[in-house]
């Protein structure tokens, strides 16, 4: 184990009880990481070579028989809004204070991961839960979290993400472990004082053996702590296509910890890319035209309500980015009204509850959420009108690849990756709060459109010069801060022969 010690926060948060927590679950679970990752490598290269995604024929019992996950957490049967966000002191306290139901905070994608963003996260979390949080601004306002705030979940990083700050047995410690093992050893007990519980949200995963080794560190870390079995509760992503093939499974392994499954929607579509990135039949168009509307993600989200509520659990929806725009009236209705359509369509398709990014959107989705869904939830819905084959989740839409898309792309990703580089994960850009999702549909589609050669609509030149000329001239109107460094990578990943899994873990090595 070798980790510096500097600040103040690392010294409250890395204690040595601590240290030899989070280093008991790396070494107890490691290697099996290590094999789920490579597994993750070997299934890329059978799709490479023509075998598709379909529902495992070994595991058909688990989606045929009859059972349910465990009763729910009476805090958290209610989860019609939930805000997300980094974990940033001020940021915590806006979330809980926001009238959302649960707040999400997040170690992952709208969170840089510096050193210091990581530890001081913890430590804002372990303080919001002891009721202690308080901020003041540089210009003397006065941040405390009301006495009802909204029930705490916590989102760690994935299970393909290190944390290189921390080395157990010479080797970086999954950063997976890290984020959960801090949290849950500074907060599981006392969260469980307060009537509540340690509540996470799981990204990332590809199988259901990725959240058995999930539920397998529940159990440890559980039995570790003293902490009764079943006290976590989970609710994962369904953010990569070849989990929505894997619904049922994945509830299944998690049964005794599960807090449902989430559409991750904006993953999911960069998963998609990713995924069957040298199939020529499989080139999405503009990013902006694929909507939740297109026939593979409704089928997505109707698979996705239909599994959760056969178990008896939530079918959580997905994210409203929009930012209210204080400046413009006309612009704010049309951006609200945008949001307004995303939530009926959500709670008219049977979900539990939905997201968004800004405070000022709660009081909306609260308000469509409580007109469509009476009760709690809508786990008495079970959608037994639904039939999704694997040709339905596989669908590739109709559409354009437009000059405008890809110059868009290029804005987008670039401005995200320079924030990120800066240690600001949660970007607003475009009247959109953008997160790491984001930036990677934006290269992935990049890079597919530039290996398949995509005819740009409304112009003659060829699609790798029109990528290059881009990234010059975004980075030319943005200059300074950490824009070369942010160039140089975007237009590497976006381009690179050979496609680099997360633009993130590229950046990593760029961050302090």
């Known amino acids: 184990?070798?980790?510096?010690?500097?600040?103040?926060?690392?010294?409250?948060?890395?204690t040595e009880q601590a240290e030899r927590f989070i280093t008991l679950l790396a070494?107890?679970?490691?290697?099996?990481?290590?094999?789920?990752?490579?597994?993750?490598?070997?299934?890329?290269?059978?799709?490479?070579?023509?075998?598709m995604p379909d529902f495992l024929p070994e595991t058909a019992h688990v989606r045929e028989e009859n059972w349910s996950v465990a009763p729910i957490p009476l805090d958290l049967l209610d989860r019609r809004?939930?805000?997300?966000g980094?974990?940033?002191?001020?940021?915590?306290?806006?979330?809980?204070?926001?009238?959302?139901?649960?707040?999400?905070?997040d170690f992952e994608d709208s969170n840089s991961p510096t050193w210091q963003n990581n530890v001081e996260g913890q430590l804002n979390l372990r303080d919001a839960v002891n009721g202690t949080i308080e901020f003041t601004s540089p210009e003397g306002k006065r941040y405390e979290v009301n006495p009802k705030p909204a029930v705490l979940m916590v989102r760690p990083r994935g299970w393909h993400l290190n944390e290189r700050h921390f080395l157990v047995d010479g080797k970086p410690i999954s950063a997976s472990l890290f984020d959960f093992g801090l949290f849950f050893f500074h907060n599981a007990a006392r969260l469980i004082e307060k009537g509540t519980g340690p509540y996470f949200y799981l990204p990332k995963m590809e199988s259901h053996l990725e959240a058995r080794l999930w539920n397998d560190v529940f159990l440890l870390a559980q039995e570790e702590l003293g902490i009764p079995r079943g006290t976590i509760r989970a609710t994962v992503?369904?953010?990569?296509?070849?989990?929505?093939?894997?619904?049922?499974?994945?509830?299944y392994e998690l049964r005794e910890h599960s807090a449902g499954l989430n559409c991750g929607r904006w993953d999911y579509i960069f998963s998609f890319i990713k995924k069957f990135r040298h199939r020529a039949d499989s080139v999405l168009p503009d990013r902006g035209t694929v909507t939740m509307e297109r026939h593979f993600l409704k089928s997505y989200v109707e698979l996705l309500i239909q599994t959760c509520h056969r178990r008896g659990i939530h079918a959580m929806g997905g994210m409203a980015a929009q930012i209210p725009i204080k400046n413009d009236r006309?612009?704010?209705?049309?951006?609200?009204?945008?949001?307004?359509q995303d939530k009926l369509r959500e709670v008219r398709a049977g979900h539990d509850g939905t997201w968004v990014a800004h405070p000022g959107l709660v009081p909306i989705a609260k308000e469509i959420f409580d007109a469509g869904m009476k009760g709690a939830n809508q786990i008495s819905n079970k959608r037994t009108d639904v039939r999704v084959t694997a040709e339905d989740l596989l669908a590739v839409p109709e559409g354009d690849v437009t000059l405008e898309g890809l110059r868009r792309n290029v804005e987008v990703g670039l401005q995200y990756l320079e924030s990120?580089?800066?240690?600001?994960?949660?970007?607003?850009?475009?009247?959109?709060?953008?997160?790491?999702?984001?930036?990677?549909?934006?290269?992935?589609?990049?890079w597919q459109w530039l290996a398949h050669g995509a005819r740009v609509k409304n112009a003659s030149a060829d699609i790798s010069e029109l990528i290059r000329e881009a990234v010059q001239q975004e980075s030319a109107k943005h200059s300074g801060g950490k824009m070369t460094t942010a160039a140089k990578v975007f237009e590497q990943v976006a381009t690179a022969p050979d496609f680099p899994e997360f633009m993130t873990s590229v950046a990593y090595d760029y961050l302090d």
Do not use: H
């Not at 184990?1 to 890395?14: F, G, N, P, W």
């Not at 006309?330 to 307004?340: D, G, I, S, T």
């Open 420 to 446: 990120w580089l800066r240690g600001q994960g949660c970007v607003p850009i475009n009247n959109l709060m953008e997160d790491a999702a984001t930036a990677e549909i934006c290269r992935a589609q990049l």
């Open 330 to 340: 006309a612009a704010n209705e049309q951006a609200l009204e945008k949001v307004r």
């Open 27 to 51: 070494r107890e679970f490691e290697s099996r990481r290590q094999e789920l990752l490579a597994r993750r490598r070997e299934r890329q290269q059978q799709i490479m070579l023509g075998a």
């Open 237 to 251: 992503l369904i953010e990569t296509i070849l989990a929505a093939f894997e619904m049922d499974e994945i509830l």
């Open 86 to 105: 980094p974990v940033d002191r001020k940021m915590i306290i806006n979330a809980l204070n926001s009238g959302a139901n649960v707040f999400m905070a």
């Open 81 to 84: 809004v939930e805000i997300t």
């Open 1 to 14: 184990m070798d980790v510096a010690i500097s600040t103040q926060a690392e010294v409250q948060i890395l």
